[in-house]
Protein backbone atom coordinates (compact mmCIF):
# COMPACT_ATOMS: atom_id res chain seq x y z
CA UNK A 1 0.00 0.00 0.00
CA UNK A 2 1.13 3.70 -0.48
CA UNK A 3 0.52 5.32 3.05
CA UNK A 4 -0.02 9.07 3.64
CA UNK A 5 0.22 10.30 6.84
CA UNK A 6 -0.91 12.97 8.77
CA UNK A 7 2.38 14.06 10.81
CA UNK A 8 1.66 17.34 12.00
CA UNK A 9 1.91 16.65 16.02
CA UNK A 10 5.50 15.13 15.61
CA UNK A 11 7.22 18.13 16.99
CA UNK A 12 10.70 17.61 18.52
CA UNK A 13 10.87 18.54 22.47
CA UNK A 14 6.76 19.26 22.29
CA UNK A 15 4.90 15.57 21.81
CA UNK A 16 2.05 15.17 23.92
CA UNK A 17 -1.09 12.86 23.70
CA UNK A 18 -1.77 13.13 19.86
CA UNK A 19 2.23 13.48 19.30
CA UNK A 20 3.12 10.40 21.46
CA UNK A 21 0.56 8.23 19.52
CA UNK A 22 1.15 9.29 16.12
CA UNK A 23 5.09 8.58 16.78
CA UNK A 24 4.25 5.04 18.57
CA UNK A 25 1.90 4.05 15.64
CA UNK A 26 3.53 5.02 12.64
CA UNK A 27 6.94 3.91 13.41
CA UNK A 28 5.57 0.23 14.09
CA UNK A 29 3.70 0.28 10.81
CA UNK A 30 7.04 1.37 8.90
CA UNK A 31 8.40 -1.72 10.56
CA UNK A 32 6.32 -4.44 10.69
CA UNK A 33 5.46 -3.30 7.28
CA UNK A 34 8.31 -3.08 4.82
CA UNK A 35 6.82 -3.53 1.79
CA UNK A 36 4.32 -0.86 2.09
CA UNK A 37 5.13 2.84 1.12
CA UNK A 38 4.36 5.68 3.66
CA UNK A 39 4.58 9.48 3.01
CA UNK A 40 4.72 11.22 6.10
CA UNK A 41 3.33 15.23 5.89
CA UNK A 42 4.46 17.55 8.33
CA UNK A 43 3.01 21.26 8.01
CA UNK A 44 6.19 22.89 9.15
CA UNK A 45 9.81 21.89 9.23
CA UNK A 46 10.51 18.22 10.30
CA UNK A 47 13.00 16.88 12.46
CA UNK A 48 14.91 13.44 11.12
CA UNK A 49 14.57 11.90 14.37
CA UNK A 50 10.78 11.10 13.26
CA UNK A 51 11.59 9.58 9.82
CA UNK A 52 11.99 5.98 10.55
CA UNK A 53 14.04 3.67 8.60
CA UNK A 54 12.13 2.33 6.22
CA UNK A 55 10.53 3.53 2.49
CA UNK A 56 9.28 6.89 3.95
CA UNK A 57 9.24 10.10 2.07
CA UNK A 58 8.91 12.94 4.48
CA UNK A 59 7.05 16.23 2.82
CA UNK A 60 6.63 19.43 4.53
CA UNK A 61 3.50 20.98 2.90
CA UNK A 62 2.03 24.52 3.34
CA UNK A 63 1.09 26.65 5.38
CA UNK A 64 1.94 25.70 8.86
CA UNK A 65 -1.34 24.69 10.15
CA UNK A 66 -2.14 25.80 14.06
CA UNK A 67 -5.50 28.66 13.20
CA UNK A 68 -8.39 27.37 12.08
CA UNK A 69 -8.39 28.98 8.88
CA UNK A 70 -5.14 27.50 8.38
CA UNK A 71 -6.72 24.28 9.29
CA UNK A 72 -9.18 24.88 6.36
CA UNK A 73 -6.26 25.57 3.79
CA UNK A 74 -3.95 22.73 5.03
CA UNK A 75 -6.81 20.12 4.93
CA UNK A 76 -9.18 21.33 1.96
CA UNK A 77 -6.73 22.97 -0.52
CA UNK A 78 -3.10 21.69 -0.10
CA UNK A 79 -3.44 18.23 1.45
CA UNK A 80 -6.06 16.96 -1.74
CA UNK A 81 -3.71 18.44 -4.47
CA UNK A 82 -0.41 16.26 -2.31
CA UNK A 83 -2.52 12.80 -1.84
CA UNK A 84 -3.37 12.98 -5.50
CA UNK A 85 0.02 13.67 -6.91
CA UNK A 86 1.67 11.08 -4.96
CA UNK A 87 -1.27 8.34 -5.60
CA UNK A 88 -1.73 7.71 -1.91
CA UNK A 89 -4.19 4.87 -2.01
CA UNK A 90 -4.82 5.42 1.82
CA UNK A 91 -4.60 8.26 3.68
CA UNK A 92 -4.47 8.41 7.96
CA UNK A 93 -5.05 10.77 10.47
CA UNK A 94 -4.00 10.18 13.86
CA UNK A 95 -5.23 13.72 14.82
CA UNK A 96 -9.20 13.80 14.34
CA UNK A 97 -8.75 16.19 11.05
CA UNK A 98 -9.54 14.88 7.45
CA UNK A 99 -10.01 16.35 4.15
CA UNK A 100 -13.66 16.52 2.67
CA UNK A 101 -11.98 17.67 -0.75
CA UNK A 102 -9.72 14.37 -1.35
CA UNK A 103 -10.88 11.28 -2.58
CA UNK A 104 -8.54 9.22 -1.22
CA UNK A 105 -9.68 6.83 1.35
CA UNK A 106 -9.47 7.64 5.09
CA UNK A 107 -8.91 6.47 8.25
CA UNK A 108 -9.35 8.85 11.26
CA UNK A 109 -8.26 9.15 15.09
CA UNK A 110 -10.85 10.95 17.02
CA UNK A 111 -9.49 11.12 20.31
CA UNK A 112 -12.35 13.03 22.50
CA UNK A 113 -15.50 14.97 21.78
CA UNK A 114 -14.22 17.17 24.93
CA UNK A 115 -15.43 20.20 22.66
CA UNK A 116 -19.09 19.19 22.93
CA UNK A 117 -19.18 18.98 26.79
CA UNK A 118 -17.22 21.50 28.00
CA UNK A 119 -17.54 24.40 24.65
CA UNK A 120 -16.98 27.52 27.13
CA UNK A 121 -12.83 25.94 27.61
CA UNK A 122 -12.89 26.18 23.75
CA UNK A 123 -11.79 29.29 22.04
CA UNK A 124 -14.97 29.98 20.01
CA UNK A 125 -13.42 30.13 16.45
CA UNK A 126 -11.98 27.44 17.03
CA UNK A 127 -15.19 25.77 18.69
CA UNK A 128 -17.47 26.36 16.01
CA UNK A 129 -14.21 24.52 13.46
CA UNK A 130 -14.92 21.55 15.79
CA UNK A 131 -18.55 21.68 16.03
CA UNK A 132 -19.16 21.61 11.96
CA UNK A 133 -16.12 19.68 10.52
CA UNK A 134 -15.82 17.10 13.42
CA UNK A 135 -19.10 15.25 12.30
CA UNK A 136 -18.26 15.89 8.95
CA UNK A 137 -14.73 14.32 9.01
CA UNK A 138 -16.38 11.40 10.65
CA UNK A 139 -19.23 11.06 7.79
CA UNK A 140 -16.55 11.79 5.20
CA UNK A 141 -13.79 8.69 6.28
CA UNK A 142 -14.27 4.92 5.61
CA UNK A 143 -12.61 3.64 9.04
CA UNK A 144 -12.83 5.62 12.32
CA UNK A 145 -10.67 4.78 15.38
CA UNK A 146 -11.31 5.98 19.11
CA UNK A 147 -8.79 5.66 22.12
CA UNK A 148 -11.57 3.76 24.10
CA UNK A 149 -14.85 2.25 24.25
CA UNK A 150 -15.78 5.51 26.22
CA UNK A 151 -14.98 7.75 23.18
CA UNK A 152 -16.60 5.18 21.25
CA UNK A 153 -19.95 5.22 22.79
CA UNK A 154 -19.90 8.98 22.76
CA UNK A 155 -19.59 9.48 18.71
CA UNK A 156 -22.38 7.14 18.16
CA UNK A 157 -24.60 8.59 21.01
CA UNK A 158 -23.76 12.27 19.51
CA UNK A 159 -24.23 11.88 16.18
CA UNK A 160 -26.49 8.89 15.27
CA UNK A 161 -25.90 8.90 11.35
CA UNK A 162 -22.11 7.25 12.05
CA UNK A 163 -22.80 3.46 11.79
CA UNK A 164 -21.68 1.59 14.91
CA UNK A 165 -19.83 -0.63 12.14
CA UNK A 166 -17.49 1.96 11.35
CA UNK A 167 -15.68 2.54 14.53
CA UNK A 168 -13.35 0.38 16.01
CA UNK A 169 -11.24 0.80 19.75
CA UNK A 170 -7.47 1.38 19.18
CA UNK A 171 -6.06 2.58 22.50
CA UNK A 172 -3.11 4.12 23.93
CA UNK A 173 -0.02 2.45 24.88
CA UNK A 174 2.82 3.36 26.99
CA UNK A 175 6.33 4.19 25.89
CA UNK A 176 9.55 2.88 26.53
CA UNK A 177 10.72 4.25 30.19
CA UNK A 178 7.80 4.11 32.41
CA UNK A 179 9.14 1.36 34.86
CA UNK A 180 9.30 1.06 38.89
CA UNK A 181 12.42 2.21 40.11
CA UNK A 182 14.57 1.34 43.29
CA UNK A 183 14.18 3.22 46.35
CA UNK A 184 17.65 4.77 46.38
CA UNK A 185 16.45 6.48 43.17
CA UNK A 186 13.18 7.49 44.74
CA UNK A 187 14.46 8.90 47.11
CA UNK A 188 16.91 10.92 44.84
CA UNK A 189 13.80 11.93 43.12
CA UNK A 190 11.87 13.52 45.95
CA UNK A 191 14.86 15.57 47.33
CA UNK A 192 15.63 16.81 43.93
CA UNK A 193 11.80 18.03 43.37
CA UNK A 194 10.20 18.09 47.23
CA UNK A 195 13.28 18.34 49.55
CA UNK A 196 13.01 15.27 50.44
CA UNK A 197 9.32 15.18 51.14
CA UNK A 198 6.66 12.31 50.50
CA UNK A 199 4.28 13.85 47.22
CA UNK A 200 1.79 13.68 45.28
CA UNK A 201 1.91 14.69 41.48
CA UNK A 202 -0.16 15.57 38.60
CA UNK A 203 0.39 15.59 34.87
CA UNK A 204 -1.03 17.27 32.01
CA UNK A 205 -2.26 20.81 30.43
CA UNK A 206 -3.03 23.45 32.77
CA UNK A 207 -6.60 23.88 32.05
CA UNK A 208 -9.79 24.30 33.50
CA UNK A 209 -10.77 20.70 32.31
CA UNK A 210 -7.86 18.87 34.11
CA UNK A 211 -9.73 20.14 37.14
CA UNK A 212 -6.31 21.21 38.80
CA UNK A 213 -8.70 23.86 40.45
CA UNK A 214 -10.50 21.49 42.80
CA UNK A 215 -7.25 19.32 43.64
CA UNK A 216 -5.83 22.19 44.96
CA UNK A 217 -8.54 22.74 47.61
CA UNK A 218 -8.53 18.92 48.15
CA UNK A 219 -4.67 18.93 48.96
CA UNK A 220 -5.56 21.77 51.35
CA UNK A 221 -8.36 19.82 53.01
CA UNK A 222 -6.03 16.88 53.12
CA UNK A 223 -3.11 18.97 54.93
CA UNK A 224 -5.68 20.52 57.16
CA UNK A 225 -7.09 17.12 58.25
CA UNK A 226 -3.77 15.30 58.79
CA UNK A 227 -1.02 17.55 59.49
CA UNK A 228 1.17 15.72 56.77
CA UNK A 229 4.24 17.07 55.48
CA UNK A 230 3.54 16.01 51.87
CA UNK A 231 3.65 18.42 48.89
CA UNK A 232 1.74 18.54 45.93
CA UNK A 233 3.65 18.71 42.47
CA UNK A 234 1.70 19.90 39.41
CA UNK A 235 3.39 19.10 36.01
CA UNK A 236 2.53 20.35 32.52
CA UNK A 237 2.62 23.59 30.63
CA UNK A 238 0.01 26.51 31.59
CA UNK A 239 -2.20 26.54 28.90
CA UNK A 240 -5.08 29.01 28.47
CA UNK A 241 -7.98 29.88 30.46
CA UNK A 242 -5.71 29.48 33.48
CA UNK A 243 -7.05 32.46 35.52
CA UNK A 244 -8.84 30.41 37.69
CA UNK A 245 -6.25 28.07 38.61
CA UNK A 246 -4.10 30.84 39.34
CA UNK A 247 -6.71 32.14 41.91
CA UNK A 248 -7.07 28.32 43.48
CA UNK A 249 -3.31 28.58 43.98
CA UNK A 250 -3.08 32.14 45.47
CA UNK A 251 -6.07 31.51 47.79
CA UNK A 252 -4.63 27.84 48.63
CA UNK A 253 -3.55 28.07 52.97
CA UNK A 254 -0.85 25.44 51.91
CA UNK A 255 0.40 27.27 48.54
CA UNK A 256 4.08 27.04 49.83
CA UNK A 257 3.71 22.92 49.75
CA UNK A 258 2.85 23.35 45.95
CA UNK A 259 4.88 23.53 42.97
CA UNK A 260 4.45 23.92 39.14
CA UNK A 261 7.34 22.06 37.67
CA UNK A 262 6.39 23.03 34.06
CA UNK A 263 6.38 20.48 31.28
CA UNK A 264 8.72 18.18 32.18
CA UNK A 265 11.60 16.17 30.47
CA UNK A 266 11.33 13.09 28.31
CA UNK A 267 13.69 11.44 30.83
CA UNK A 268 12.40 12.99 33.91
CA UNK A 269 8.53 12.31 34.28
CA UNK A 270 8.84 8.80 34.88
CA UNK A 271 11.03 9.34 37.81
CA UNK A 272 9.08 11.93 38.80
CA UNK A 273 5.63 9.96 38.54
CA UNK A 274 7.22 6.79 39.86
CA UNK A 275 8.61 8.33 43.15
CA UNK A 276 5.37 9.99 43.78
CA UNK A 277 2.94 8.55 46.63
CA UNK A 278 -0.07 8.61 44.38
CA UNK A 279 -0.82 10.34 41.12
CA UNK A 280 -3.73 12.71 41.28
CA UNK A 281 -5.62 12.79 38.03
CA UNK A 282 -9.09 13.86 38.80
CA UNK A 283 -9.98 15.33 35.16
CA UNK A 284 -13.35 16.14 34.30
CA UNK A 285 -13.12 14.50 30.25
CA UNK A 286 -10.87 12.11 29.32
CA UNK A 287 -11.11 10.16 25.74
CA UNK A 288 -8.35 7.81 27.64
CA UNK A 289 -6.21 9.26 30.47
CA UNK A 290 -2.49 8.39 29.34
CA UNK A 291 -0.85 9.46 32.32
CA UNK A 292 -2.78 6.52 34.48
CA UNK A 293 -1.79 4.08 32.54
CA UNK A 294 2.08 5.37 32.74
CA UNK A 295 1.32 5.48 36.64
CA UNK A 296 0.14 1.69 36.76
CA UNK A 297 3.68 0.73 34.27
CA UNK A 298 5.54 2.96 37.11
CA UNK A 299 3.73 0.97 40.41
CA UNK A 300 2.05 4.29 41.36
CA UNK A 301 -0.90 4.32 43.03
CA UNK A 302 -3.47 6.35 41.33
CA UNK A 303 -6.19 8.75 42.53
CA UNK A 304 -8.69 9.40 39.38
CA UNK A 305 -12.10 10.48 38.48
CA UNK A 306 -14.53 8.11 38.03
CA UNK A 307 -16.34 9.32 34.46
CA UNK A 308 -15.72 9.63 31.29
CA UNK A 309 -12.71 6.97 29.63
CA UNK A 310 -10.93 6.80 33.46
CA UNK A 311 -12.64 3.95 34.92
CA UNK A 312 -12.51 1.48 31.45
CA UNK A 313 -7.86 2.79 32.04
CA UNK A 314 -7.82 2.52 35.51
CA UNK A 315 -9.89 -0.88 36.53
CA UNK A 316 -9.88 -1.55 39.60
CA UNK A 317 -6.40 -0.28 40.19
CA UNK A 318 -6.89 3.16 40.98
CA UNK A 319 -9.25 5.02 43.86
CA UNK A 320 -12.10 6.50 41.48
CA UNK A 321 -13.56 9.85 42.93
CA UNK A 322 -16.25 12.13 41.96
CA UNK A 323 -13.85 14.93 40.41
CA UNK A 324 -16.75 17.86 41.05
CA UNK A 325 -16.52 17.10 45.23
CA UNK A 326 -13.14 18.24 46.55
CA UNK A 327 -14.15 16.17 49.78
CA UNK A 328 -14.04 13.21 47.92
CA UNK A 329 -10.77 13.86 46.31
CA UNK A 330 -9.22 14.93 50.19
CA UNK A 331 -10.72 11.63 51.26
CA UNK A 332 -9.37 9.76 48.90
CA UNK A 333 -5.68 11.22 49.51
CA UNK A 334 -5.77 10.22 52.64
CA UNK A 335 -6.68 7.09 52.36
CA UNK A 336 -3.33 6.15 50.09
CA UNK A 337 -1.30 8.68 52.91
CA UNK A 338 -2.75 6.40 55.74
CA UNK A 339 -2.98 2.88 54.28
CA UNK A 340 0.52 1.91 52.85
CA UNK A 341 -1.71 -1.70 52.68
CA UNK A 342 -3.95 -0.01 49.84
CA UNK A 343 -1.29 1.53 48.00
CA UNK A 344 0.65 -1.64 47.47
CA UNK A 345 -3.01 -3.89 46.28
CA UNK A 346 -3.63 -1.10 44.16
CA UNK A 347 0.07 -1.34 42.43
CA UNK A 348 -0.54 -5.51 42.45
CA UNK A 349 -3.99 -4.84 40.36
CA UNK A 350 -2.15 -2.51 38.36
CA UNK A 351 0.15 -4.87 37.06
CA UNK A 352 -2.71 -7.22 35.81
CA UNK A 353 -4.35 -4.02 34.28
CA UNK A 354 -1.83 -2.77 32.31
CA UNK A 355 -1.32 -5.92 30.31
CA UNK A 356 -4.52 -4.85 28.43
CA UNK A 357 -2.91 -1.70 26.49
CA UNK A 358 0.48 -2.52 24.09
CA UNK A 359 1.42 0.00 21.16
CA UNK A 360 2.45 -3.00 19.01
CA UNK A 361 -1.75 -4.49 19.54
CA UNK A 362 -2.72 -1.01 18.72
CA UNK A 363 -0.82 -0.50 15.48
CA UNK A 364 -2.06 -3.98 14.57
CA UNK A 365 -5.07 -2.59 14.65
CA UNK A 366 -4.38 0.74 12.68
CA UNK A 367 -3.19 -1.40 10.11
CA UNK A 368 -5.93 -3.38 9.46
CA UNK A 369 -8.38 -0.56 9.46
CA UNK A 370 -6.20 1.11 6.56
CA UNK A 371 -6.36 -2.08 4.89
CA UNK A 372 -9.71 -2.20 5.16
CA UNK A 373 -10.13 1.45 4.18
CA UNK A 374 -8.29 0.91 1.17
CA UNK A 375 -9.50 -2.23 -0.24
Known sequence: M??????????????EGIGWYTWEVVRRLVENHPDDEFLFLFDRPFAPEF???????????????????????????????????????????????GSLRSGVPTVLVTHDLAFNHFPAQVPPLVRHYYQYFTPRYLERAQRVL??????????????PVIPPTKITVAP?????????????????IRQQYAGGDPYFFYVGA????????????????????????VRLLLGGRLAWQTGSLREAYENAEYREAITFLGYLPESELPKVLGSALALTYVSMEEG????????????????????????????????????????AIAAALQQLWEQPGL??????????QRERFHWAATAEIVYAQLRLAAF
Not at 2 to 15: D, K
Not at 211 to 225: G, H, P, Y
Not at 292 to 317: K, M, Q
Open 2 to 15: RIAINTRFLLPGRL
Open 51 to 97: IPPGRVTAHQVFPPARHPLLWWWWFEMSLPRVLKAWGAEVFFSPDGY
Open 146 to 159: TVSEYVRGDILQTY
Open 172 to 188: NGVREGFVPLAAAEQTA
Open 206 to 229: MHPRKNVERLIAAFDLFRRRTGAN
Open 288 to 327: FGVPVLEALHTETPVITSNRSSLPEVAGEAALLVDPTDPE
Open 343 to 352: REELVVKGRQ
